[in-house]
């Protein structure tokens, strides 16, 4: 399976953006789809994850209530809806999937990563 995350960019502190992972290849027997993202300097660090059938999300401290992640079945698309961003969400994010685990914020239980989308956020 290929993943090819897009829709990163420069926005405003408090604007809105919509990252976009498209799944090519194999795209069933999953369990669960994830986002991480990894700042400069920085150790790649859990985002959002949500279960196969959408049965369970989890999301980190630092983004719930502001990001959501949702996939597209059909386009076999999956989603990080992320609102209301600040400079601290500035981050090269990755999707990724796992065959297993289901919504599980561990990093080393996904086998399957997109490359980064740049974010930044920035006045």
């Known amino acids: 399976v290929q993943l090819q995350a897009s829709g990163g960019g420069l926005v405003q502190p408090g604007d809105s953006l919509t990252l976009s992972c498209l799944a090519s290849?194999?795209?069933?027997?999953?369990?669960?789809m994830a986002w991480f993202r990894q700042a400069p300097g920085k150790e790649r660090e859990f985002v959002a994850a949500?279960?196969?059938?959408?049965?369970?999300?989890y999301y980190s401290d630092s983004v719930r209530g502001r990001f959501v992640i949702s996939r597209d079945e059909a386009n076999n698309m999956v989603y990080l809806q992320m609102n209301n961003l600040n400079a601290d969400d500035t981050a090269a994010y990755y999707c990724?999937?796992?065959?297993?685990?289901?919504?599980?914020?561990?990093?080393?239980?996904?086998?399957?990563w997109g490359q980064g989308t740049q974010v930044t956020v920035s006045s």
């Open positions: 290849g194999r795209t069933s027997g999953f369990a669960g």
């Open positions: 990724a999937l796992n065959t297993g685990a289901g919504s599980s914020w561990y990093r080393s239980t996904y086998a399957y």
């Open positions: 949500r279960s196969w059938s959408g049965l369970s999300q």
